[in-house]
């Protein structure tokens, strides 16, 4: 079935439909990773947001469960240049058409990707709709212009509260406790703890510092998640807490964001973002530079970061955004690229040992 994807600004995408048969408008974004595409579209961090995969290619070893960040699928669309008609993996459970349908995810396959991110990178993230021919026809007729002010209205909104688990949850071990407040976290980064035996006690986003306080835990981990983390109002004020308690902290993503907006500093909205498992960020203590798997739409302002608070850590090779902080006189770090990264790459993985340490485990 014939479908289009409408830009905000007019531009008509013409493809094939996929999954859903849907309408959904939605925040439009490229994602530059060669492989991985099951791990994109469980990343709560993409809730609110439509996915073009810049690889040309996107199925081509099905559908493994295991392979999961999260329980379901978040993003709103999935964008592919060719969608593989036969999946050969022998891990293979299913098909990524299949899996969309299921999970009543609309997308769209054989339009120029290429293209896409191209006006993307030139013009900035950009609201669009993903509509079959015959809800185009039925809907709007053939006057698209009436269809733009609908598409430049959508906002993503609380994101954060859709994809939170609901309730605690606890992964035992025998090591150090770790107290997870869940934005929207990706399971990598749990296992990824608990791998290293520590407990891994998981939080609701809404959760006060006190409940995580109270449990005495010997760190907290604040997870990536989704959406403008200046809308996370209630959050940072809990977040401010924390800071304030002189618990280690290790924040990952939007945790980042979050811990250095309830510091004092800013932060602001990047073009286009940076998403895919090909970023390289370099350590600003030791010179060296490591890729680094990235899904952010937004990155702190250093310019307005008061060096008593915190100075950066990391920074991003390819525009020198900032990519870390480390907090002065205090046992929190933060980086907003993403240690925990399945399928990889997993250049920084080393950053949950420097947090055990933090933590005074390994010694």
């Known amino acids: 079935m014939k479908a289009f994807l409408i830009l905000e600004d007019g531009r008509v ?19 530059t990773s060669m492989t991985g595409y099951l791990e994109v579209l469980t990343d709560p961090s993409y809730a609110g947001q439509a996915v073009a995969m810049t690889y040309p290619l996107i199925g081509n070893y099905g559908i493994c469960f295991q392979d999961m960040e999260s329980k379901k699928p978040w993003p709103d669309g999935f964008i592919v240049r060719e969608l593989s008609r036969m999946a050969s993996n022998f891990r293979c ?36 709709m993903i509509v079959t021919e015959d809800q185009f026809l039925q809907k709007y007729g053939n006057n698209i212009e009436e269809m733009l002010p609908k598409i430049k209205a959508y906002t993503v909104g609380d994101v954060v509260e859709r994809v939170t688990c609901r309730e605690t949850q606890v992964m035992e071990g025998n090591g150090l406790r770790v107290a997870l407040l869940d934005l929207g976290a990706k399971d990598n980064i749990a296992k990824s703890l608990h791998n290293r035996g520590c407990e891994v006690t998981v939080y609701p986003a809404h959760t006060k510092a006190k409940e995580l306080l109270a449990g005495h835990p010997d760190g907290i981990m604040l997870s990536n998640g989704p959406g403008d983390p200046k809308s996370c109002t209630g959050i940072i004020a809990e977040v ?27 932060t602001h909205r990047l073009k286009y973002g940076h998403r895919g498992g090909n970023h390289p960020v370099k350590d600003l203590k030791t010179g060296r530079v490591y890729i680094s798997s990235q899904n952010h739409g937004y990155v702190v302002d250093t310019d307005r970061l008061d060096a008593s608070v915190a100075k950066p850590a990391f920074i991003n090779v390819n525009d020198g955004t900032n990519e870390g902080l480390a907090y002065t006189g205090k046992p929190i770090f933060t980086v907003q690229f993403h240690p925990e990264a399945c399928p990889g790459p997993q250049d920084s993985s080393y950053l949950f040992d420097q947090f055990i340490e933090m933590m005074g485990g390994n010694r």
């Open 13 to 31: 995408f013409e493809g094939k439909s996929i999954g859903s048969k849907r309408e959904v408008i939605s925040e439009i974004v490229f994602n």
């Open 93 to 128: 459970e299913g098909s990524i058409q299949d899996f969309l349908e299921k999970h009543d995810i609309p997308g769209i396959a054989g339009i120029d990707t290429r293209a896409l991110t191209k006006l993307l990178r030139e013009k900035g993230t950009m609201n669009g």
């Open 240 to 266: 401010k807490k924390l800071y304030d308690a002189d618990v280690p902290v290790f924040a990952i993503c939007l945790g980042h964001q979050l811990m250095a907006l309830a510091a004092g500093a800013d």
